[in-house]
């Protein structure tokens, strides 16, 4: 039978999707385990994840949970940093530390024969790092050098100066990194300090998944980890979630970056949290927006204007209030066009051109209809169920993901849009050739802009 | 031992189009992966970045859906992209099983009837988009533009490795809609592309499909293999100065080495793991943990068709001297050229390297996943199953066999070394560097 190019074809209906099953268990030394079943390749993976990221650093030390998550593999009782990268190593093991505002993940990708001897070391490096202080003088340098070396790097700049917009002196205000001035300070002392307090496996949850029954996946994480012993202090963390952050006017400011070929942007403000009942409204309404190639900014921006090679909008989600904002990369002399074009589409969006039948369709399909295939790898599997455990949602939450983005009416999305996304609230940050824009920013009704250092 | 393995299915088409099929039912999602065997070694100079740009123009319509690609199938719930190299294009899809037939409808229309829908305006639109990537991945990017300059010394004028993939922006700028065509009909045809099916589908079916979407379109004459007159490594050290807007420091080494596949390339590869992936590797353990001159440092054997090139990369920590770095790689360098690496090292690397296989056999779709790799077997080897001879490769690999890749091909007078410095401060670099122009 030829084919027909009369038409498209049909899609059929969604094949059944079922997020497998999430078994819990806790430790005696308070730790949360959760696995799950991933029956593919022999290969298991492991997120630890520990309450309290870069927004639990107390104020002037910007950078201590990154630092000490750094600090991690640097040896262990009587193996050297070398040694424990040689551990793993040898395992064929991948190891990974991600500081985040909220929580600090460790994730393990390790053969399936192996996982025994590679949990075991991550339980090591984990409960008891040597926390030397001739490690903590190297590895404090190569992080103020990094930071030095983000200085040259357009979407980093923009980054860190417009979480402190965004945020002023709230906890979430920085990146993971912290300050020059801070991480000068910084000793290993208070590194020791802050990984007693934080590094309790009251405060932590370890989720394994892999191609074994769950009592071998239980068994595993027992072996390894019911030596930590919790001596952490009492109670849960204090979060950077519970402090409301301030009210802070929109803003125009500018990183002056001479010569620079393109304007790096970023334009919104603070939102919702992760957890909001509203979540998957915002969803669809950023599908519509700007949240996927087909959205009305990035086809606006990119193919019909011809400004950038790609532009997003995006939640930066948190426990507290998250960040709602365009990021992009725009030719510099369309800076100012690109900037009213982005206020426009979120001015629109809340009423004057809300989401057609056509693009609620586009969106909605485009959130479930490939769903799955985000539980294609154990990693992912175990990755998104710590998600769970980070913002306190249920075992039951995968499953009735697509359900619950079926059931959000287009009057739903409008109103999140009302709620969360303000054209009259966004401020605007760019990274940019200050002299060659400097006379067309006036007219997009901030004022003069703010100017800021690259490194503050 | 775990089984590493990767099963397939493989049929050719009346029109030349290989089909390869691989089952794995484990998620109802199908990865539809298309390659073509035309990448920037296929352009000529005074029109680089031309097969990159088409690309781009894949993704606009075609004669029966003369409208973009990206809403039908995101609809769908599908994940696309594409990419283009040196040697090959290639583009894909994910897709719930329930629209693999959408998928390979627009894949084989693109393939087929781009033509009709190519419209100037189109074609004016992604060139600027591709000028805006080239902006914000080259030119606005510190360190963007080495890579640039060490390609244009590695390799003659007319050498197709001569230039990167993206191309240069006047070359950009005077490409012509004409050229667009012929470039199409040269090498967008079955007979020099594959396709492959990954993931929730039968091979009965598979093959059914790719017939029915793929069997009606003519047949075309296999491209001429490129065959550059010479890549001869350069018979002396040539040294390089680039300033640029950067804030320490970089110093790059280049060598010529063998080609993707043949006998040395599996031996760097190793190489570049025990030189500089992790703590415990020799020259991060040098630079970086003992002597604290260096705050990175990075090796790669960047494999490729006709010819490679390995890459070492190391930015100089503040106040430290090029110099100084250059002359400890040249001593790890001596001796592993020398003794070769220890048997432990020799086994931390093939280690990772076994695991690496297995990790690879985790997704069926998008860049790297089973089905990239089966199209990547097939065009460059004409064989999709080398999955088990090119991980033979590296167990096969001996200390003397790396030892003797190390003293045959790294040699420290005949490379190109590049000193990427801060503007204004020249003196930064290794000394007797001449000055080049990149833009």
């Not at chain 1, 001596?231 to 010569?259: C, H, K, M, N």
Request: proline share 7%.
């Amino acid at each position: 039978m030829p084919a027909d190019r009369s038409r498209l074809p049909e899609v059929g209906p969604d094949p059944p999707f079922r997020f497998p099953a999430i078994v819990r268990h806790r430790l005696a030394n308070g730790l949360d385990v959760r696995t799950i079943e991933h029956h593919t390749v022999p290969v298991v993976s492991c997120v630890l994840q520990i309450q309290g990221g870069a927004g639990g650093d107390p104020p002037g030390e910007e950078g201590l949970a990154a630092i000490t998550a750094d600090m991690v593999d640097e040896g262990t009782g009587h193996l050297s940093a070398i040694d424990v990268s040689e551990g793993f190593a040898r395992l064929g093991a991948e190891y990974d530390v991600e500081v985040g505002p909220d929580a600090t993940l460790f994730s393990l990708t390790v053969l399936s024969r192996f996982a025994e001897r590679g949990l075991s070391l991550l339980a090591d490096i984990l409960a008891r790092p040597s926390l030397r202080g001739h490690d903590f003088e190297r590895v404090r340098k190569l992080r103020l050098d990094r930071l030095r070396q983000l200085k040259d790097l357009p979407p980093a700049v923009a980054e860190r100066a417009f979480l402190r917009l965004v945020y002023g002196d709230h906890p979430y205000g920085h990146l993971p990194i912290g300050t020059e001035a801070a991480l000068r300070a910084c000793r290993v002392e208070r590194v020791a300090e802050f990984h007693a307090a934080a590094f309790s496996p009251a405060r932590a949850t370890l989720v394994l998944a892999g191609p074994l029954a769950h009592e071998t996946l239980r068994a595993l994480v027992a072996a390894a980890f019911s030596r930590w012993a919790d001596d952490g202090p009492d109670g849960a963390a204090a979060t950077a979630a519970a402090i409301d952050p301030p009210t802070l006017p929109r803003r125009l400011a500018i990183v002056p970056r001479a010569g620079a070929a393109q304007s790096e942007l970023r334009i919104g403000h603070l939102s919702a949290r992760r957890n909001t009942p509203d979540y998957a409204a915002l969803l669809l309404m950023n599908a519509v927006l700007g949240g996927q190639f087909v959205s009305r900014i990035n086809l606006r921006l990119r193919e019909e204007k011809g400004y950038t090679y790609g532009a997003r909008t995006g939640f930066d989600w948190r426990r507290g209030p998250a960040p709602f904002a365009l990021q992009a990369s725009v030719h510099t002399a369309a800076t100012a066009d690109a900037i009213r074009d982005t206020l426009a589409e979120f001015d629109a969006i809340r009423g004057a051109r809300p989401p057609s039948d056509e693009e609620m369709a586009l969106a909605r399909a485009s959130l479930t209809r490939g769903y799955p295939r985000n539980f294609e790898t154990a990693e992912q599997v175990a990755r998104s169920v710590a998600q769970l455990a980070l913002y306190d949602l249920p075992d039951s939450y995968f499953q009735e993901f697509v359900p619950r983005v079926n059931a959000v009416e287009r009057s739903d999305v409008v109103r999140a849009a009302e709620r969360y996304v303000d054209a009259a609230r966004a401020t605007t940050l760019i990274v940019g050739d200050y002299q060659a824009i400097g006379e067309s920013l006036p007219p997009l009704g901030y004022g003069e802009p703010q100017i800021l250092p690259p490194d503050e | 031992m775990d089984s590493v393995s990767l099963p397939f299915a493989r049929q050719t088409l009346a029109n030349g189009l290989d089909v390869i099929v691989h089952e794995d039912h484990h998620v109802p999602i199908v990865a539809v992966n298309v390659w073509y065997h035309v990448g920037s070694k296929n352009e000529r100079p005074g029109r680089t970045g031309f097969a990159h740009l088409f690309e781009h123009l894949m993704f606009e319509g075609s004669a029966h859906h003369n409208a973009g690609y990206f809403p039908p199938l995101q609809r769908a719930g599908a994940m696309l992209n594409g990419s283009t190299n040196t040697d090959r294009t290639n583009y894909w899809e994910v897709v719930p099983t329930s629209a693999v037939d959408l998928a390979l409808w627009l894949e084989s229309d693109r393939m087929g009837y781009l033509l009709p829908a190519l419209t100037e305006q189109r074609f004016e639109t992604q060139r600027d988009v591709v000028l805006n990537e080239r902006r914000q991945n080259y030119e606005n990017r510190p360190y963007g533009f080495a890579v640039m300059a060490i390609a244009a010394a590695l390799y003659p004028d007319d050498h197709p490795y001569h230039w990167l993939t993206i191309g240069t922006a006047d070359d950009l700028r005077a490409m012509r809609l004409e050229e667009v065509q012929e470039f199409f009909r040269t090498y967008y045809h079955p007979a020099n592309a594959s396709l492959t099916l990954a993931g929730d589908i039968d091979p009965g079916r598979a093959f059914e499909l790719a017939d029915r979407y793929f069997g009606e379109l003519p047949a075309g004459a296999r491209p001429e293999p490129v065959r550059p007159a010479s890549a001869a490594a350069p018979g002396r050290e040539v040294r390089l100065l680039l300033e640029d807007r950067v804030e320490l420091p970089r110093l790059y080494m280049a060598w010529h080495s063998p080609a993707m596949f043949h006998d040395g390339d599996a031996e760097l590869d190793l190489l570049a793991d025990l030189l500089a992936n992790g703590k415990a590797s020799r020259l991060y353990r040098t630079l970086v943990y003992e002597r604290r001159i260096a705050l990175d440092v990075s090796a790669h054997q960047n494999s490729r068709e006709l010819s490679s090139f390995f890459l070492l990369v190391a930015t100089a920590a503040p106040g430290q001297s090029l110099t100084d770095i250059a002359a400890f790689i040249d001593l790890e360098l001596q001796r592993t050229a020398d003794e070769g690496p220890s048997e432990a090292e020799m086994e931390r690397a093939r280690a990772q390297i076994e695991a690496q296989f297995m990790y690879r056999l985790q997704t069926v779709g998008g860049f790297g996943g089973k089905s990239d790799q089966l199209n990547a077997y097939n065009i460059y080897r004409g064989d999709p199953g080398f999955f088990a001879a090119d991980l033979a490769r590296y167990r096969t690999a001996t200390r003397e066999s790396v030892r003797e890749a190390t003293h045959r091909y790294l040699g420290v007078d005949r490379r190109v070394v590049l000193s990427v410095v801060p503007r204004g401060q020249p003196s930064l670099a290794l000394a007797g560097s001449e000055p080049v122009s990149v833009a």
